[in-house]
C-alpha cells in the first residue's frame, strides 16, 4: 500500500489502519508465526482468508480499531496492533493487543510502532488511558510495554483463555499524563 494511508512514521516504520488489501501478506506472516504467536494470543490464529475476513470485520464498528506496523524500507508489515474495547464516555479507554513476526520480531520495529500508535491514540483518537494484559512469562512483551512506557498496575489470575487454559495476566497502563 503507499505511503499516504500512513497516519505517522518513525524512522524504520510507520503506523497504518489494517485494510482488506492486507489478506495475503498477513495470513502468510500468520502462518510462519504460528510457534511465536500461540503461547500468548487470544483467539483464533488467523492462518486462513476466512480468519482474516473475520478479524477485520471487528474494526468497521467502533469499538475496536486496528493497526498494522509497517516497515519504511519496503512498506512490509512488520507488526500488528489493535485498540480493542473502546470505551468513550468518562473513560476513553482501550485495551492494546499486538504482536511481531518471526521475520520481524528482535529489530525494534514494534517499540517504534507502539510508541506511534501511543501517540495516534492519545491525539487523532482522544483517548485518556491505554491497558496492556501481559502473561507474567511473556519477557519480549513486558520488555516492550516498558520501553513504550507503561506502568504495571496490578495482577489479574485467570484472566484470559488462552492456548488450552485460563492464564494470568499482569495489568499495565499509560494514561495521556504519562507521555
Ligand atoms: C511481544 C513481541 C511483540 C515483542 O516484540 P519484539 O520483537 O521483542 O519488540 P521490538 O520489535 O521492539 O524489538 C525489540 C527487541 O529487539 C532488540 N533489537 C535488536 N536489534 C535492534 C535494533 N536495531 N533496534 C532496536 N532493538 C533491537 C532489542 O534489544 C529488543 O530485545 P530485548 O527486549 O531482548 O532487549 C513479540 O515477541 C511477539 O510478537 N511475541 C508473540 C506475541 C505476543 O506475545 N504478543 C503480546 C501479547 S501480550
Request: aromatic share 10%.
Amino acid at each position: 500500500m503507499s505511503a499516504a494511508s500512513y497516519l505517522a512514521e518513525g524512522s524504520h516504520v510507520a503506523l497504518r489502519r489494517i485494510s482488506r488489501r492486507d489478506r495475503t501478506e498477513f495470513v502468510t506472516l500468520n502462518r510462519e508465526s504460528a510457534e511465536l504467536l500461540s503461547p500468548w494470543m487470544p483467539g483464533k490464529s488467523i492462518t486462513t482468508p476466512e480468519a482474516f475476513d473475520a478479524y477485520v470485520e471487528r474494526f468497521d464498528g467502533p469499538a475496536h480499531e486496528g493497526f498494522v506496523i509497517c516497515r519504511l524500507d519496503t512498506g512490509a508489515i512488520a507488526g500488528r496492533a489493535n485498540i480493542n474495547n473502546i470505551v468513550r464516555g468518562t473513560h476513553q479507554a482501550g485495551t492494546l493487543g499486538y504482536c511481531a513476526y518471526a521475520s520481524t520480531t528482535g529489530r525494534g520495529y514494534m517499540t517504534e510502532g507502539l510508541r506511534l500508535l501511543v501517540q495516534y491514540a492519545f491525539g487523532e483518537l482522544r483517548l485518556h488511558r491505554l491497558e496492556a494484559n501481559i502473561q507474567p512469562a511473556n519477557a519480549p512483551s513486558l520488555n516492550l510495554i516498558k520501553r513504550v512506557g507503561f506502568q504495571r498496575e496490578g495482577y489479574s489470575p485467570n484472566f484470559q483463555f488462552i492456548n488450552g487454559a485460563w492464564r494470568d495476566h499482569e495489568r499495565w497502563a499509560i494514561t495521556v499524563e504519562m507521555v
